[in-house]
């Protein structure tokens, strides 16, 4: 199976460009279409809609969004002092994955040298992020093997059936996966059993992308609406739960797509492990707990309707933060390209505070 590149660059050869090639994501999985972004406009826009999007992802669009700025200003004869306030835009299109911002400021330390040294910044960033999810999985599915054989005793003939929320694979990243790339490394090993997606509301990440990957790698698996998580963790059909992060604080806090916290409690009470698995560029040193992460709040709109029909009556607003945090004392292990790191008890319960509209 080809492997999926949801962010690239494009030296304008062909119809439009030099820009960034994004796989629309919102068309996804009815169409496979692909759309260049040639100005700042286009690629905020295109992060704020989640044409691009999961953390790793948006770090590659942040990188390549540094080049959109400098070809643009290029075109249009844009002071430095322009080009920095635009690249600030592009920085501030989504608040809470860290690797946006992170991505940015890689590139932005090639900006003096021109369009063709930041482009190769962002061909760098890839480079490692592909690197990164690939030895992360290897971590991730040693740890759950060696976890489940110590559970289940030596000699047990392992199919590990996993749960996921929202869509951390090829698509969310530069390629491979995190969350995502563990259930591939578990599949190449032979020894994944079913997997369960969560469909991922309000924009249905799961059922739309999460679905669409592994329907194309073979894997077995069945979507399921967020609330059925509870009871298929607490009912014994998964032995493990594996989720990505759009910014893990100092303190192991991890942020996630909305409805991941309801899945780390369910673990905890079944007693299964909660997986945590991101490049360490997801890692956030200067976050100091989860208290500290800003939470995108997005509009209502796209709570209370689904495709231009409202599902609530029109004088409802929706409420609509796009993630959560999951306190460090319930994840049983967050998974880097670095190791495993086993958080465990004893750390202060943090949530952040919701702004509300
Ligand atoms: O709003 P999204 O789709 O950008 O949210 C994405 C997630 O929550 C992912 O789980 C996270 O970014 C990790 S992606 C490897």
Redesign the pocket.
């Known amino acids: 199976v080809e492997e999926i590149r949801a962010v690239d660059w494009t030296h304008g050869d062909d119809d439009a460009g030099p820009g960034m090639v994004l796989i629309d ?1 919102t068309l996804l999985p009815g169409e496979e279409r692909r759309v260049v972004c040639v100005t700042v406009d286009e690629v905020v826009d295109a992060i704020s809609r ?1 044409v691009v ?6 770090g590659a669009a942040g990188a390549f969004g540094v080049a959109v700025a400098v070809a643009q200003g290029q075109r249009s004869g844009w002071s430095s002092e322009t080009v920095r306030a635009q690249v600030q835009r592009v920085r501030e299109a ?1 608040p ?2 860290v ?1 946006l911002a992170w991505g940015v400021d890689r590139a932005v330390t090639r900006l003096e040298q021109g369009l063709d040294a930041v482009v190769a910044e962002g061909r760098a960033l890839m480079a490692d992020d592909l690197a990164a999810n690939r030895t992360l999985s290897r971590h991730g599915a040693d740890w759950i093997l060696r976890r489940i054989t110590e559970t289940a005793g030596a000699g047990a003939e392992p199919r590990v059936r996993v749960l996921t ?5 090829a698509l ?2 530069t390629g491979w ?4 790339g563990v259930v591939r490394e578990l599949h190449e090993r032979g020894v994944l059993g079913r997997v369960y997606a969560d469909e ?1 509301r309000p ?1 249905l ?1 799961g059922a739309r ?1 999460t679905a669409w990957e592994l329907a194309r790698l073979g894997v077995d698996h069945v979507v399921q609406v967020d609330a059925a998580a509870a009871s298929t963790i607490l009912g014994g059909h998964v032995d493990v739960a594996v ?4 910014r893990i604080a100092a303190n192991g806090d991890a ?3 909305i409805g ?1 916290l309801g899945v780390a409690l369910a673990c905890a009470d079944a007693g299964i492990p909660f997986i945590v ?2 490049p360490l560029s ?1 890692v956030d040193p200067r976050t100091a707990s989860g208290r500290d992460i800003h939470i ?1 709040l997005r509009d209502g709109a796209e709570v209370v309707r689904w495709a231009g029909t409202a599902t609530a009556p029109a004088a409802t607003e929706g409420f609509n933060p ?2 959560d945090v999951t306190p460090a004392r319930l994840i049983s292990a967050i998974v880097t390209e670095a190791g495993v790191v086993e958080p465990g008890d004893g750390t202060e319960t943090i949530y952040p505070p919701l702004e509300h509209p």
Do not use: I, S
């Open positions: 994501q989640l999007r999961g953390a790793p992802a948006l989504r809470t994955a690797n929320h929202c869509n951390a694979g969310a990243t996966g995190t969350a995502l991922t924009l990440q992308l989720v990505g992060a759009d942020a996630n797509k991941t698995a991101a997801t995108e796009a993630f």
